[in-house]
């Protein structure tokens, strides 16, 4: 894999977010520079740089090495480009003795190796799962990414992105009238299918809950359904919703670039909406990185939220919201609907590793598990090796779910389709149902090569919209 | 005084010192930088209590260890386990008279010695033939393994083929400790036992060993799971949130 590297920024992409155009003269001191920075303000990366004892827990853990062979992709091995320049220029025993500790200095080859093998890292935490110490390669690769971004060697894929959010709001750079547009019509999609009008509201002020969500809901199957199944949700349970064409994403590429301050900068738009709006609530739509940036996040990022209705988590899943209309009996699902498919669920890498629904630990597993359970009859478990924390990631994470890695992607999403090929065989699977835009971008484009039709992979959400008994409220 | 005892004591006091301060120095490096954001490996505790729960079965049974390779986790626990019940039993010659639970452990102490040296030499086989850890392997880490595997076998030879006189160790063991300083006793394997623990206490602070204060540290295994009901905003952070908008 060693020739498989994303393309670099363009000067433009760079400068919108503050970073210098291109490789800057003095890149090398800027570099380290940088990580001292850096050291300074995130005990992770100093505590996990100083901590590895090679013992290799970690050395057979990531999806990229399973998938590609290459040993700069085991996390210890990908820590360690990082960590033997740290060696060299923070450490006496890497000032005075390189050689024995495996101490490099910082040249053109170990940055070109720092920008090809942080992009072939999809910041799943895996390996800090198993790792003794719980070192995150996902810290390490942010700190990397970071100091790449200021010398002026960024992602193309991540930073245009950036660049989107705040010029149209986001990701996929669908504009107002775009997104209001497809949103029309899937009322009307919605009528002519179930002779019921559901309401797919944009910008409506003083509504209840304010529902961020990936923008790829709006855009393409299988995201839609999804989106279609939330809107039916909110419909029967009588909940006043609203999207917002200001804030239309969910997603946060700040995290993968590891920048605090631009992960700060997207979120602050979800607040200020929020507070424009007056809305109660904020639920956040199937999205893995997003829910981590929300759930761990925000409350740090752009809390307090006491502007917002304390009686409901902030921010709340829209799993959590399903799970607790369906407790309640505040809507029907009728399971036979979708008796046609048999499901099996993937654990998103983010949702998994990095946060929590419902109140008790472990609830990121209990919560989607219980909805999916409340819409479907038959329902199917993978190799447990590969689900709950133990989750694959689909390939496609941290910012690497761009065509120019396509062939890492499809490498990197082995063990899960291993894992999935083994329950379709023996237990008839149809259907792999997931909570996160990535995953399911990701998957539609690489199961193919697998020989597994694309469109296997599904919304949750689609299962609780086509299960939902509707009628009675509406309006 | 004699030469030799001169050397050795101002030796140990040196290699204490480096020891001690280099540690602390490295501890308070870390409790005083920063963790701006909640990181925890999940489904991680809702409570302290939970995460003083969970770290003490990182440390003392290596949970995440287990749960990832039974083989290095064998290896390892029998080292560290070793390791701890050897240098426990180490303290009859620093107190007097000697507590009864170290005396009770005396024998314990010496099979221990043994399992120390099979982990060791567990951990270091794999080092050499399994590709993916030969690949990881810097010569520091041979160093390391071949340093502690020697005082492991110094000590076992002092005690199976070599005795040294352990009335003499211990004068000098708690002349040191009361600075009142006592010959030291010249068998060879004593002192090479020594002059090798003493190698060890010098490089700690600068090595990989940081890994024993380090996970205490560790922001995936030590952070309560409460982001959504408590904020949690570092210094540096701190000024950003008041220039936010």
Redesign the interface.
Known sequence: MDHSSPFVAKPDHQEALGFPGELVDNWQEKAIEKMGEL??????L???L????????????CHYFQGTSD?KN?P??RQ?LLRNVYRRYF???GKY?P????AQDLTEDVLDDWYKYFHQCSQC?RC?????????TA?ISMAAREILDHVGKGQKYCNEIIGKVHKVGNNLGLPEPALVDTLEGLEEDVEEETGHVVRFPVDVQGADVLLITPSADFFAEPHIDGLIGYAKVFHQAGISWTLSSYASEAGNFGMFIGS??QM?KIS?RIRKIAMELGVKRIVVGECGHAWRVA???W??L???FDFLDQNY???QHICEVTLDLIDKGAIKLDKEANDDKVITYHDSCNV?????MG???????IVPRRVIKSAVNHFVEMNPETTF?KTYCCGGGGGLLTDDLLELRVKGALPRMEALKTVIEDQKVTHMAAICAICKSQFSKVMPYYDIPMDSIISVHQLVGDALIMGNNDS | MGFLTFLFTLLLYVSVVIFIGGLGYRIATYAKTPAPLKIPTMPAPLTQGGVRIRMLKEVVLFHSLFRSNKIIWLFGWLFHLGLFVVLFRHLRYATEPVWEIVAVMQPIGVYMGFAMLAGLLGLWARRIFVERIRYITNPSDHLMLGLIVLIAVTGLMMKYVSHTDIVQVKAFALGILYFDWQPLPTDFFFMLHLLLVAALMIVFPFSKLLHAPGVFFSPTRNQVDDSREKRHIAPWAAELDDKRQ
């Open positions: 050291l300074t303000k995130y005990r992770s100093k505590v996990f100083d901590s590895c004892v090679k013992c290799g827990a970690c050395t057979d853990k040993p085991m210890v091995a360690d450490t006496l025993a003795f050689k024995l500790v495996g935490r800090s799962v198993f790792c003794p110490y719980g070192i995150d810290e605090y301050e700060q602050w759930y761990s996040f409350n740090t752009i809390g307090p988590p902030v921010p998994s590793r990095g946060t929590r109140n008790m630990e472990g609830g990121q597993f924390d």
